[in-house]
């Protein structure tokens, strides 16, 4: 059995219960396979792999609160520090019902390339809780987020582990975990990014995710000698990397066909209104329902959906494996021409498998959105130096940077043989850069 194999099957018999972190290991090993064949006997004997898909340490705590009726609720709240070979651990909080062990893991994992990608020195983490803000209010979503930190600040720091938002974690909860933890720490200092621009925050960082996904969308469909301007684009969830995908692509001259939200999407022929989503969803905290009322020629629809419109380029921005392979079929049967991963892992291997072997640009999250925690780390950089930077002087670094991620990945899929699998490229390009921080830093 060769390295990989093992590796993979330990994982699966020492992880039956997460599905979502196996799945993720499998899709990055099976990629990055020609590297380590190419060096099997060294990997081997320094057990590269084995350590690369063993967090260094995982964190699990009670997060004991009272809401306002005087009930004491309790949720669980989790870090996994995966690897920091190449820089301080990096990666978002999410709160969410759907949160446990399995599911940080997979996103600690997968930030651990997604960070190496971007070239800047961060590396790769994830935590969060089972807490769930919606229709919390303010009050005790501070309440949570005080007995959350009570824990989580013994693990952190500037230089130790800087977390950042993900699902569920937006300027709210951030300052409310960053008041604390200077409450706690009596010190201020860069722990967290995404802080509001009055303490510390960056310009463009709301919407670093969106922009991202789209600068390295526009930029591989070039490689590929396709325009980005007059396609249309098919996006899925209507939340910050949503949101702001749409704005850019609608500003590149792209036409946004759909949205959608955990109860149904929209379909607007006359493409979607970007400042009536953002009103619904940031100002009202409302549904989608609401649209119709801004633009009566759309259609609402309930459930899922998005995947069945015909247009040019899919952008799903929601959630896990939001593409599995009977939309993969659709998208195909429609003559899509790019995937492009705003979500984390939104498409299922078997899904990404049948686009790939029909021809269909596949442009995988921990490249494709990557901006993000790229722009994360210009904060980082920001706070360090005590300046902040104008939005143009960001949003240009963030291009560079997105820039360059598409050249990595496409020189990575080219030198082994792999043309046009951006997937493999955009692991192998991650992984050689976290593998030789290893190799040079002995068994840590």
């Keep these: 059995m060769s390295y990989v194999d ?32 190419a060096n099997e006997e060294k990997y081997r004997k320094l057990a ?38 190449i820089g301080p651990y990096k990666g978002g909080l999410r709160f969410h019902p759907s949160v446990h062990m399995g599911i940080i893991k997979f996103l600690g994992f997968e930030q651990i390339f997604k960070n190496s990608l971007t070239t800047l020195p961060i590396g790769g983490a994830k935590g969060g809780s089972d807490f769930d803000p919606k229709g919390k209010s303010d009050r005790e979503v501070m309440a949570f987020c005080q007995s959350f930190m009570n824990e989580l600040y013994k693990y952190v720091g500037a230089d130790i582990d800087v977390p950042a938002g993900d699902i569920g974690v937006g300027g709210r909860e951030v300052g409310y975990l960053f008041g604390h933890f200077k409450r706690l720490t009596n010190s201020y200092e860069g722990w967290i990014t ?154 299922t291997l078997e899904a990404t498998e049948y686009l790939m072997a029909n021809g269909i640009i596949v442009a995988p999250s921990k490249a494709a959105n990557a901006g993000g925690v790229a722009t994360s780390a210009l904060e980082m950089s920001q706070n360090s130096e005590r300046l902040s930077w104008s939005a143009e002087e960001v949003d240009a670094k963030l291009q560079g940077i997105m820039k360059n991620i598409t050249k990595a990945i496409v020189e990575a899929s080219d030198k082994y043989g792999m043309h046009g ?24």
């Excluded at 993979?8 to 099976?30: M, Y």
């Excluded at 260094?56 to 609160?65: H, L, P």
């Design 48 to 85: 590269i792999l084995e350590r690369l898909t063993n967090p260094d340490r995982q964190i699990k705590f009670r997060v004991s609160w009272v809401d306002d009726a005087g009930q004491v609720q309790v949720n669980t709240g989790y870090r996994v520090q995966f690897n920091n070979a």
């Design 194 to 347: 995404g802080k509001g621009l009055s303490y510390g925050g960056s310009l463009v960082r709301t919407q670093a995710t969106g922009y991202g996904l789209l600068y390295l969308t526009e930029e591989l469909l070039k490689y590929n000698g396709i325009e980005l301007a007059g396609k249309t684009c098919l996006v899925s969830g209507s939340g910050n990397v949503a949101t702001y995908a749409m704005e850019k692509a609608t500003q590149l001259g792209a036409k946004v066909l759909t949205c959608s939200d955990s109860n149904g999407w929209v379909y607007d022929p006359d493409g979607i209104d970007v400042e009536a989503i953002k009103e619904i969803k940031e100002v009202n905290r409302a549904r989608l329902t609401e649209y119709k009322k801004y633009r009566p020629n759309s259609e609402y629809h309930e459930g899922r959906g998005v995947w069945g419109v015909k247009a040019d380029i899919a952008l799903p921005c929601a959630t896990q494996n939001d593409i599995q392979l009977e939309d993969a079929k659709a998208l195909v049967a429609n003559g899509i021409l790019a995937v492009c991963e705003g979500a984390n892992m939104p498409t």
């Design 6 to 37: 093992e590796v993979i099957a330990s994982v699966i018999e020492k992880n039956p219960a997460e599905p979502e972190f196996i799945q993720a290991v499998k899709e990055v090993l099976e990629t990055i396979r020609p590297v380590v064949d």
């Design 421 to 444: 699998n951006y997937v493999a490229g955009a692991n192998i390009a991650g992984f050689e850069k976290v593998v030789d921080a290893m190799l040079a830093q002995g068994v840590v």
